[in-house]
């Protein structure tokens, strides 16, 4: 059984990590889409509409899976027996980034082994931070969002 995690913190998740998951799918039999979360460092967005976001987008997929864990994201992964992390690259500095966390993990536990999907150029500027921007400003950030996202029911 071919278990991937792709964690985050996906506050808010958008398109371009649905694009990472969906493109993901062929490759695992199954994917933990695994929230971050950090009680000294909650985020803007409740934990559980994060998770509730995620699992509108993916109702209609039972190899997705959504989760959320807290502390390191190698201890969450032997938890739940997942031999792969998902992780995608926008640019350099996300590669930069990627390769110490992945390096460290391999070497904290050799079971695992991190994926990097490149992403697709269309989704290169777009971030969470960026997206809670315009959320938090009131515009419209509709097309950054995956369809069946309805951000407005955010408690905000
Ligand atoms: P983190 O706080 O762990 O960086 P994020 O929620 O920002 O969590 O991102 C989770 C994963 O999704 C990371 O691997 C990140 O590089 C990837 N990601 C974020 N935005 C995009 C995008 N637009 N295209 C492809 N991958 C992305």
């Known amino acids: 059984m071919k278990r991937a995690v ?21 490759l695992f039999d199954e994917i933990i889409i695994a929230v971050g979360y950090n009680v000294n460092k909650k985020g803007y967005f409740p934990l559980e509409k994060r998770k509730q976001w995620i699992r509108s987008v993916f109702n209609d997929q039972p190899q997705i899976q959504v989760d959320h864990f807290e502390g390191l994201t190698i201890n969450y992964c032997k938890q739940v027996d997942a031999g792969y992390l998902l992780r995608g690259l926008r640019t350099s500095a996300d590669f930069e980034y990627e390769r110490a966390i992945a390096q460290v ?12 999907l490149l992403t ?3 989704h290169t500027p777009v971030t969470s931070t960026i997206v809670r921007d315009i959320i938090r400003n009131g515009g419209d950030a509709s097309k950054f969002l995956p369809k069946g996202m309805d951000i407005h029911d955010s408690g905000k």
Request: glycine share 8%; hydrophobic share 40%.
């Open 120 to 122: 697709m150029p269309e």
């Open 105 to 116: 993990n391999k070497a904290m536990h050799e079971g695992i082994e991190t994926v990097f």
């Open 6 to 26: 792709f964690p985050g913190s996906f506050d808010p998740f958008t398109i371009g990590h649905e694009s990472i998951v969906r493109r993901a799918v062929p």
